[in-house]
């Protein structure tokens, strides 16, 4: 009775997801479940609320609860039909390949909170709509633009104007040492292990980070943070 | 047969940890495992090798490296005495209570990255040997000096001279908009959920990190980065 990718839907996992969800993507919501072990307070019955003046159906599936949400304690999940959205014009986060489902929901997380609500992701990549991604997103993954695209040609020749930063370890600019950057801007990054293909580093700035020697590189999304971080001051 | 905090050991799980348990805390190694699922390879042959020349064991147990290893694709680990390392004076960052063990090891690694490689930790806190925090530093762990204290008050006697840096919600100073930091310096961030105690809040300089309001606070392993990105430019 768990996820599978092949669903037509997904949840979101406990009280904070789910009330992001009803927030910011009512169309999509198909029902809400909890688990007998609930406990009433403000939050549930705010969700309740919710559900109720928009005629969203509210079980009790305790079992079906703990299996999609597995050993952590949650009384509470969403599920919703999985949408696609498109990316709006403006600075974008490109992600090639990533296949990390916790990274990639911090990820969009970060993305939020620095305010680059569009994310291009080329495939192929982990499911964007598995619960643990969702749910490593704290729910940011409902208000933010989300496109899968085939190819990164596919994606670049629709955004050809925005300055492409492909970042990687041997790169010609240090992110420690930009003082200025072009915008719209497309920051893009590689897969966790492997990284940018040689091929595509030619199509942008290459941009590194500069770090010690002491370690092969950094985790994907604190690679992703900081140069938000710096893209953003 | 996993493992146990209570335990006077613990392991360093896959190739890349044990290669660096082996080349930094070859005095604490107890031994290496390896299931019969072992391709042998370059960086087998190094294990091997340095092992031998050292007159470190080297046992096949194939059951006892699966569980340890739990899902993960694991055919090695190498077991060490838990060791105590004392901090030196310098640039610090202080951790007040850190409960998620895959935070914590993203953070290591990302400590090691940016040069800073003396790491407090104010208890209760997890269990900083648990092979979940080495294998998420990435054997960035091997590398650090990280000491324990009982309360914070113990860590700023020690260090009274190190400049604090609190991270919190409502700081007065924008990290986004600090250009000078006094040196040496402690980048103090409090628990996941909770942050930082209001009642320790007064013994630094507050600072915050620029959000938008979309999201209710970044995940610690992004603060601390974007933390170190800033302070080690």
């Known amino acids: 009775m768990k996820y599978d990718k092949k669903q037509d839907s997904s949840y979101a996992v406990g009280m904070f997801a789910t009330i992001e969800l009803l927030k910011y993507q009512l169309d999509n919501v198909v029902g809400v479940y909890y688990s007998d072990k609930i406990k009433m307070n403000a939050n549930v019955q705010r969700v309740f609320e919710l559900c109720k003046q928009h005629h969203i159906p509210v079980t009790e599936r305790t ?49 939020l909170g620095f305010g680059v609500k569009n994310i291009a992701i080329i495939k192929p990549c982990v499911d964007i709509f598995d619960p643990k991604v969702i749910r490593a997103s704290q729910g940011a993954f409902f208000k933010l633009n989300v496109q899968l695209f085939d190819t990164f040609d596919d994606y670049n020749h629709i955004f050809s104007q925005n300055t492409k930063y492909m970042f990687c370890l041997d790169g010609d600019t240090i992110l420690q040492n930009m003082h200025t950057s072009q915008r719209p801007f497309s920051l893009v990054f590689g897969n966790e292990a492997s990284g940018l293909p040689n091929s595509m580093l030619a199509l942008g700035n290459k941009v590194k980070i500069k770090q010690s020697s002491d370690i092969d590189s950094f985790n994907l999304a604190v690679s992703v943070a900081v140069a938000l971080y710096q893209f953003t001051k």
Do not use: W
Not at 66 to 86: P, R
Not at 87 to 111: A, E, K, Y
């Open 63 to 111: 079992k079906f609860v703990e299996s999609i949400a597995g050993k952590e304690n949650v009384f509470l999940l969403g599920e919703f039909k999985k949408y696609q959205t498109d990316i709006q014009p403006g600075n974008h986060l490109v992600l090639v390949n990533p296949s990390d489902m916790g990274n990639l929901g911090t990820i969009f997380r970060t993305c």
